[in-house]
């Protein structure tokens, strides 16, 4: 069954330092992957996503991740933190048959001056 | 122009009452779903619907019945209203299932049952 875990609830940063959210997946299938932000009191709006096509990919507002299939891992970083990347980050997978998405529980992102 | 949107955004009601949450998306996607998220901000999968057909039904109250008169609305439709019911329910689009393609958000309908 296909599920992700995202190591870490809660991550804090200074504003300008390197950003590394954790997510490990578990796929009985070649995986298609999936970042997702949360700004409070909104809905979900992708980040990036790992379609196979290349194992590292960009994604919005500086954000990158890298499809490790090794370490079964697809962790979301960015090199340079700032205020407003505050938010939620949500890891997933699709499910096997293709017709839904399978989250993480989550990662809150601080950010301080 | 929002591409899914949800109506209401908030909703408090009582226990027993009847409420439903409207979903409409103008992206000309053939897929629709609901996902629940709970206080806990854990998001899951309740329903999904394709070209208006029912293609996926996780372990939901039958309290809870979508419905899709068109291929550009879904509608969640919850019975009686129980405490546990609170959360926050995004509707979403995609094209032809999720797949590889990106899945589009509501702003979500913050339930809140007293």
């Known amino acids: 069954a296909q599920s992700v875990t995202q190591l870490g609830s809660h991550v804090s940063v200074s504003e300008g330092a390197l950003v590394l959210l954790r997510c490990n997946y578990s796929?009985?299938?070649?995986?298609?992957l999936f970042w997702y932000v949360q700004y409070p009191n909104q809905g979900l709006q992708l980040l990036l996503k790992y379609t196979s096509a290349a194992t590292l990919v960009k994604g919005i507002n500086g954000f990158e991740a890298e499809f490790k299939k090794s370490e079964t891992s697809f962790h979301l970083t960015k090199p340079s933190a700032h205020m407003s990347d505050a938010a939620e980050y949500f890891c997933a997978v699709t499910n096997q048959a293709g017709t839904a998405l399978i989250f993480g529980k989550g990662t809150t992102l601080s950010v301080s001056s | 122009d929002t591409a899914v949107s949800q109506t209401p955004k908030y909703l408090v009601t009582q226990m027993g009452n009847d409420k439903s949450i409207k979903c409409e998306q103008n992206?000309?996607?053939?897929?629709m779903y609901w996902y629940k998220q709970d206080s806990k901000k854990f998001l899951k999968i309740m329903f999904s619907?394709?070209?208006?057909?029912?293609?996926i039904n996780e372990t939901v109250p039958n309290r809870f019945s979508p419905k899709s008169p068109d291929k550009a609305h879904l509608n969640l439709h919850i019975n009686s209203l129980e405490l546990g019911d609170s959360a926050v329910y995004f509707c979403?689009?995609?094209?032809?299932?999720?797949?590889?393609?990106?899945?589009?958000f509501g702003q979500g309908t913050r339930l809140t049952v007293v």
């Open positions: 979403a689009s995609s094209q032809e299932g999720t797949g590889d393609t990106e899945a589009f």
């Open positions: 619907y394709n070209n208006k057909e029912l293609i």
């Open positions: 992206l000309g996607h053939d897929t």
């Open positions: 796929s009985s299938v070649p995986p298609y």
